[in-house]
T-cell receptor
Framework: SAVISQKPSRDICQRGTSLTIQCQVD?????MFWYRQQPGQSLTLIAT?????????ESGFVIDKFPISRPNLTFSTLTVSNMSPEDSSIYLC????????????FGPGTRLTVL | AQKVTQAQTEISVVEKEDVTLDCVYE???????LFWYKQPPSGELVFLIR??????QNEISGRYSWNFQKSTSSFNFTITASQVVDSAVYFC???????????FGKGTKLSVIP
């Protein structure tokens, strides 16, 4: 398994501002992901954070809105840019230490409220 | 395309009752993986179990048990003698062979009433 921490744990932001969420893992992992969970909904994959190259975004998500950094194998950031109330969600990072087909481990999440 | 259906949106049981959470999946892959995660009110997702498509043995872990049936494309989760601490949203998820992406169901919110 892996121990994952996220900062901040929660935040309340004003419309039009940006927030950067940090994800730290206690061991080196190749695969790291960012998910969004809108209120009362399931998880939706935003992107795969690739170390040393641009993130791979899923349909409906773009780099300008959700820029991602992955400077090394234990750390990543997700920025939610130019926020609107529709961005109010829980944002979770996850890692896949064992490769495809194995379980992903999730961070505690960041609860974002946009006013 | 892959799909996971958790038809039960919310379930309430009285403490010590048994409860089964249903999960039905769709996939064209012959090799795939099924997962259950628990999300308590605090928000983090806790991994519970992983099962690959070639292993239909049922699994028991304490009060938890899982019934995997390929014939009905189901992977149901039973909690025996439920406790208040079991109150959470439970997600079933599906992963394909060679794919890192998980497809999650919409989750079932379980409330255990003391």
């Amino acid at each position: 398994s892996a121990v994952i921490s996220q900062k901040p744990s929660r935040d309340i932001c004003q419309r039009g501002t940006s927030l950067t969420i940090q994800c730290q893992v206690d061991s080196q992992v190749t695969m790291m992901f960012w998910y969004r969970q809108q209120p009362g909904q399931s998880l939706t994959l935003i992107a795969t954070a690739n170390q040393g190259s641009e993130a791979t975004y899923e349909s409906g998500f773009v780099i300008d809105k959700f820029p991602i950094s992955r400077p090394n194998l234990t750390f990543s950031t997700l920025t939610v840019s130019n926020m609107s109330p529709e961005d109010s969600s829980i944002y979770l990072c996850s890692v896949l230490p064992g490769g495809a087909g194995n379980e992903q481990f999730f961070g505690p999440g960041t609860r974002l409220t946009v006013l | 395309a892959q799909k996971v259906t958790q038809a039960q949106t919310e379930i309430s049981v009285v403490e010590k009752e048994d409860v089964t959470l249903d999960c039905v999946y769709e996939t064209r892959d012959t090799t795939y993986y099924l997962f259950w995660y628990k999300q308590p009110p605090s928000g983090e997702l806790v991994f519970l179990i992983r099962r690959n498509s070639f292993d239909e043995q049922n699994e028991i872990s304490g009060r938890y048990s899982w019934n995997f049936q390929k014939s009905t494309s189901s992977f149901n989760f039973t909690i025996t003698a439920s406790q208040v601490v079991d109150s959470a949203v439970y997600f079933c998820a599906l992963g394909g062979a060679g794919s890192y992406q998980l497809t999650f169901g919409k989750g079932t919110k379980l409330s255990v009433i003391p």
